[in-house]
């Protein structure tokens, strides 16, 4: 991942600019040119960030666009400091429990997030639902999604009320079903990374870890450093490998200097460490219109169980999508069948939520559709229980919401008018996940 859609396909081949996910066209090769994208000549620089603290240091506690009238609009970003500050006043309102991942950030920051809904109280398998956010900094509007809706869920279910997305309406019932589910929540996994891009608009996509002695902050793409087909020198086909991850530091896909070197993927590790019993994820990225699931290694195949990531015999044709699994040595990454129907089914459901939320056409496909990808989130999360069986299996995707800013120095940078947008239909996309997350299943029973 994460430059899947065939929007993106498209404007490769036109050798244009204007579609991506997570990567820019220009951004997909390592060889050291990446940093020509810097220097776009536009200083707008689409939704500013905000000043001050709308939270006032925690006292005052966030609320969504659903749960307000479809008029309602906000003007600015969140700035690092309020989506911390937000966090605290949902805490102190609504007495949610928060926590700090274990592993302070290379600039010393920490990493904050809170459980919600299930059985309640500090039992910690009754959370089966993960919402990530930001872990790619310039994705404005990743974090803001994520805590203002935990901040609408949370101020229906007290009110009583319902919830409105565009065109999608979820009842006050609904509210408490999806609350039903637990969910455990990081509405900023880079601070450093976010809180550099703010200061500087400078399109930062990585974390600030200068790793490799560059000097300068290089930082790493955390979102090839997690423990999925992480070295992509021996696990992937050379002919694949340039768009896999690199291991040139200055590179927009810098995958560090091993799996999990970086705090931030490490946070996201203990995450699912900690709350064992979590079935489904979501990586929240931008902007692509799509929602991706696994695998991003190859294309998916049901038929041969043993033609999987673990079998170092195809490390030489992984990656190579134009093959037929099963055939003169053709590779495909095993998913068995009713999972692959239970990914695509909750797939589905969210497209309808981020279709009908911000009033844009969503697209399901799988991750390696456009190329091949190790080290991500969603993959690493899903192979956990084919690593080690006595782990859950968690039902991992990646968002990828809007659809760009290409009048934006950094097309990641959201107008006023797609920020809102894109808050809605992440909303509802959210909500129809909880909603298929209970229906499709949560795992075991608890036992709280
Ligand atoms: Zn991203």
Redesign the pocket.
Known sequence: M?FCSLAALVGLLALSTTSS??LLPEERENDGHIRAIRGRQSRNNGTPIGTGDRFNRGTVAPRGLGSQGSSTSFSTILNVNEIASGLKGLASTYGIETFTTPYKTYQGASIQGAIVGGSGGRCKDAYRVFLNGN??AR?RGSADNVLFFISDLLYANKTNAGLTYGSKTYTAGQVKTALSAGIVFIPLSNPDGVAYDQSSNSCW?KNRNPASGTGSASGIDL?RNFDFLWDFTKKFASSVRSSVASTNPSSETYHGTSAFSEPETRGIKWVLDTYTKVRWFVDL??YAGDVLYSWGSDENQSKYPSMNFRNSSFDSVRGILSDTPGTRGGYGEYIPAEELTTQTTAASRMVSGLTGGGGSQYTAIQSSDLYPTSGASDDWAYSRHFADPSLNLVHSYTI?FGFGNNAASCPFYPTVAQYNANMRSVGAGFMELLLAAVELGLGDKTTC
């Open positions: 994460k996910a997570c872990i790619h994705e996509r979102n990225h931008s990828e």
